[in-house]
């Protein structure tokens, strides 16, 4: 993984933690859960981006290459 999805997923990470404890005012919960949903998002663009580039760089899998 890149060192921005590395940091992404720490960052969603701890904001899980911290919601799980269950000491934040209703309106910090609610504030944390819009970052987790933006985070979460960000990861899963990260995630597609790596995957076509992945695509990009390798021969379908299953195809056939000619000789």
Do not use: H, K, N
């Not at 919960?29 to 990260?46: E, F, N, P, T």
């Amino acid at each position: 993984m890149s060192d921005e999805l590395d940091e992404l997923v720490r960052e969603l990470e701890t904001a899980a933690i911290r919601l799980r404890a269950g000491r934040l005012e209703p309106g910090a919960a609610a504030d944390l859960v819009d970052r987790c949903a933006q985070l979460a998002g960000q990861i899963g663009g990260a995630l597609d981006r790596a995957g076509r580039e992945a695509e990009r760089d390798e021969p379908g899998a299953g195809q056939e290459q000619l000789l």
